[in-house]
């Protein structure tokens, strides 16, 4: 019975070791990824800068919501200029009805007027399930030092519709002003909405 | 209507922008036709209506309205707390002056897999119900229209947002009579709904990064089958992990992981309880309110690697066997049991034997009888040991007897017996006890049974093919399912000799007797020998090198016992008996270490240590958080869930698995090969293979990135795994 009890703890253990690995205060996990070009990006490349992650899905309508409102590419374009790298991530599954190639992505992406650093395509869907990545959108900050500070919704307006936006409290936005002020981030984490990451 | 089979010919731009526009078309199509006439309103995917219970709105009584929604198959609306992704339905009501809505109530949801994530939600038709308070002070002439806007999310593969527009006119008037059209559907939603879980005791304690949720049936409850738990609130706990159901004594544990983006603080546990079986009279829900006692964290990151996340359906939506589907797929491998290498040896004796006999019928019908009793009823005895060691809380399946050192010890003993006899060194007859040997007939009639209990006994190491998903079925159905289960493998075993004894035409088939006899008895006792060996192999594998040797000892002073034993009932002499009696003693003392030495399992370290999982260097040992770092890592991970002491799993090894173009192909292909060796006891293992639906091994089964995992048959072909390759 002891060797038993001894088994399980052993187990708990491993398993509390590998606990949120995507919570806010947990190293975020590394990757490279190709881009829609096919270019590989490693998070790596990135240390010493702060770098949103954003989970994307040209396919969903929550994704366009925020897209269609500008909203999405507001936030690029604001946050790239004080220096933050901004990472646009497509994990939908290469077997998946909504699958889109790299040139297929990047021709929306460049329709909506994006404007972040890169798109990267997760087609074997490793760095969201690394993630644990739920919807799209979903968000991730990650400090200078490789720490994940925010995790959760873009905004607190559960819904799909574009008019939304206006009036929304935007999570990234307040995570980042912090963070680049040097105060600790006051919302951490928040339960992201959206369609499923399609795996 | 809207061409969405042509969409592949669209731009991105053209397609998103449709979408979008798509339920604001629907929206102002659809709300005059829907206002007017009270008529479902259709969307693509949902057909959506308002119904009132009764015929009109009364003055001063509530009156209970139900929105209809109707999904095309495969689509799915949203529960009050999504799940991992998703939006719950709302309905703004615009109502007439003074008439207030009070809240969805909402009917208890399923939990929907989307890939390895998991949505809470409904299927095919759900209604929700909404009271309304109507003031004593509206008029009771004429007629009132309730409208409201209806926003919901439906998803299968993709996801849509719809808006809908929905109205109800109704007259207002002093009486109402039940609506004939809706009374009866409104008046089921109510009865099924969620309410305080009655006369259950329940309570919950925070384990760190786990909830127990512990519930004790009041005296005389029905069995409640699998249960889920449902929390009203997000991020508490963790949708696509399993929650594990144990059983201690007469209390359940339902097993939650915390959310690993957990909110806060958990001070109470509030949700919705779920039961394939029954909760109380007719109940398959409840509501559950509970201070939560200990203390949570947040809970492991959830592995999205599998497609089917462990155990989170409920065994019913699993259930691609049916009961008799299961007991037919029992029957098939009972009687296959027959032809495994364990068994073919003894029961072809007994089988030949019929050609021997020239009896009566009717005293054969007995035997045949008398077998077939044994065979079943053993059969029944192992399942309801297997129920009671489970529902003392062990994590244990089908081959569990293998698991304990003692069992294989006797096993190898007894097959080593057996051997013994059938190379002639003895004669089975001179064991029968005199108190036996009354009337000639029931002697047989009771031999026969014993032949049935030996027969299940010698199979007990063997696993036929079918067996597997039927014992997974039995295992994880009820004590009766479990226990039907277990009688139609007996039934099948014993089939094939019923059915000689009942059809004596079918017996001039057998070879007759004849000198031939006695070498095929003495060449199938090497089979016999080789069991034997593979048997103390396993035991090496479980234990250490002393057992082995206290268990070849104790052969060696079996085997000796028995040709002692015929020298003195040949008539050996005064001198003879003094020997025996002296290398007896002897043997007993060989014996009494075996008895009393240390039969401590081994336990599998995470690592592996097993024979069985280190022999070759491409494959490593299974544990969950490798599985699921390999496909996080993007992998297709090949495993198999095998030990030392299944025999179809040995031989699958040896002659498929390493195989050279297997291998290769496996190289090719660059899948992670792991090994789950259940060798040993190993609660991590057993877990695994009831999320596959199965009790015991072999299983073999293909992780593909973000597919269902691919179950081989039990009986490996190569074909068949270079076909389950080859579209990697």
């Known amino acids: 019975m002891s060797t038993r009890m001894a088994t399980i703890g052993l187990v708990l253990a491993i398993l509390a070791g590998t606990a949120s690995a995507q919570a806010p205060g947990a190293a975020a996990p590394t990757f490279t990824i190709n881009d829609t070009a096919g270019k590989p990006i490693a998070l790596a490349d990135f240390k010493g800068k702060y770098v949103v992650l954003e989970w994307t899905n040209p396919e969903c309508p929550f994704v366009q919501k925020h897209y269609v409102s500008k909203n999405m590419q507001g936030l690029q374009k604001e946050w790239s200029e004080r220096g933050v790298v901004w990472l646009s991530i497509n994990s939908t599954n290469a077997n998946h009805s909504e699958f889109k190639t790299g040139p297929e992505v990047a021709n929306w992406m460049r329709a909506q007027g994006s404007a972040q650093k890169a798109t990267l395509l997760d087609s074997s869907s490793a760095t969201g399930r690394a993630y644990a990545a739920k919807t799209t959108p979903q968000m991730f900050v990650i400090d200078p030092a490789g720490t994940v500070i925010y995790n959760g919704a873009i905004d607190d307006k559960r819904s799909t519709n574009p008019a939304d936006v206006k009036g929304a409290s935007n999570y990234v936005r307040a995570a980042l002003s912090e963070a680049l002020a040097g105060k600790p981030v006051t919302v951490a984490s928040t339960s992201p909405y959206g369609c499923s990451v399609k795996y | ?413 007894l097959f080593f017996v057996l051997a013994l006899n059938l190379s002639g060194v003895f004669e089975f007859g001179q064991f029968a006890p005199a108190s036996l040997i009354g009337l000639s007939a029931r002697r047989r009639s009771l031999d026969a049974f014993a032949a049935g209990v030996l027969a299940v006994v010698v199979a007990s190491p063997c696993t036929a093919p079918f067996m597997g998903a039927a014992l997974g079925f039995a295992l994880a159905g009820s004590a009766w399912v479990t226990l039907l289960v277990f009688a139609a493998l007996g039934i099948g075993m014993a089939l094939p000799y019923v059915l000689l004894a009942c059809f004596p035409g079918w017996r001039q088939h057998l070879p007759r007797p004849g000198a031939w006899l006695g070498r095929f008895k003495q060449l199938l006792a090497y089979p016999l020998y080789a069991t034997v060996i593979w048997l103390v192999w396993v035991l090496g594998a479980q234990t250490d090198n002393d057992s082995v040797v206290r268990l070849l000892l104790a052969l060696l002073g079996i085997g000796f016992a028995l040709w002692a034993w015929r020298i003195l009932r040949e008539g050996g002499t005064r001198l003879w008996a003094a020997a025996i009696a002296v290398a007896l003693l002897g043997v007993a003392l060989v014996a009494w270490p075996l ?134």
């Open chain 2, 595 to 728: 008895l009393t030495g240390s039969h401590e399992v081994r336990v599998n370290t995470p690592k592996g240590t097993g024979t069985a999982a280190t022999s070759d260097s491409e494959w490593e040992a299974f544990t969950p958080t490798r599985l699921a770092e390999l496909s996080g890592a993007g992998r297709t991970v090949f495993v198999d869930f095998t030990a030392a002491w299944c025999v179809t799993c040995q031989v699958n090894k040896r002659l498929v698995l390493n195989d050279g173009e297997i291998r290769s192909a496996f190289a090719h292909k660059q899948v992670a090969l792991l090994r789950a060796d259940w060798t040993r006891r190993d609660s991590a293992i057993t877990q695994a293979l009831t999320a596959l639906g199965r009790s015991g091994v072999p299983v073999y089964v293909l992780y593909r990135p973000g597919r269902e995992p691919l179950l081989l048959p039990e009986v490996l072909q190569r074909q068949t795994v270079l076909a389950a390759l080859a579209p990697l």
């Open chain 2, 1 to 413: 209507m809207l061409s969405f089979s042509a969409r592949h010919t669209d731009s991105f731009v053209e397609r998103t922008w449709r979408r979008l526009t798509e339920s604001l078309v629907i929206v102002v199509a659809l709300a005059w036709a829907a206002v007017a006439a009270a008529a479902p309103v259709h969307t693509p995917h949902v057909e959506a209506e308002l119904l009132a219970e009764r015929t009109a709105l009364v003055p001063g009584e509530p009156l209970t309205v139900a929105l209809r929604l109707r999904m095309a198959p495969g689509w799915h609306v949203y529960w009050q707390n999504p799940g991992d992704s998703g939006v719950p339905t709302t309905i703004a009501w615009d109502l007439p002056a003074g008439i207030t809505a009070g809240p969805i109530q909402w009917p208890a949801p399923r939990a929907l897999p989307a890939g390895p994530l998991i949505n809470y939600g409904y299927e095919g038709e759900v209604l929700h119900l909404v009271e309304l308070a109507v003031p004593a002070s509206l008029a009771a002439v004429g007629t009132q229209t309730l409208r409201a806007r209806v926003d919901w999310l439906v998803c299968k593969e993709a996801c849509i947002p719809e808006s809908v527009e929905l109205g109800l006119t109704l007259p207002a008037a002093a009486s109402a009579e039940a609506n004939p059209a809706s009374a009866t559907t409104i008046a089921a939603t109510r009865r099924a709904l969620p309410r305080a879980l009655a006369g259950w005791q329940a309570s919950a304690a925070g384990q760190g990064t786990s909830i127990t949720l512990r519930l004790a049936p009041p005296t005389g409850a029905g069995d409640p089958g699998t249960l889920r738990f449902f929390p009203f609130a997000e991020r508490q706990i963790e949708a696509s992990a399993p929650q594990t159901l144990a059983r201690a004594g007469n209390t359940y544990l339902l097993t939650l992981p915390v959310a690993s983006d957990l909110a806060g603080p958990l001070p109470r546990l509030s949700g919705v309880l779920t039961a394939s079986g029954t909760l109380g009279e007719a109940i398959t829900a409840a509501t559950l309110d509970l201070p939560l006692a200990g203390h949570v964290v947040p809970g492991a990151r959830p592995d999205l690697a599998t497609t089917t996340p462990v155990g989170t359906d409920p065994p019913p939506a699993r259930a691609d066997l049916t009961l008799w589907l299961a007991a037919l797929s029992a029957l098939v491998g009972g009687l296959l049991l027959n032809l495994m290498p364990c068994v073919f040896p003894v029961l072809s004796i007994k089988v030949l034997g019929f050609a021997t006999h020239h009896d009566r019928p009717s005293t054969l019908h007995k035997e045949a009888f008398a077998y077939a009793t044994g065979v079943v009823l053993t059969f029944v005895a192992l399942g309801l040991a297997l129920l009671a060691l489970r529902a003392a809380g062990e994590q244990l399946g089908w081959g569990f007897q293998l698991q304990s050192p003692v069992v294989v010890t006797a096993l190898a003993a």
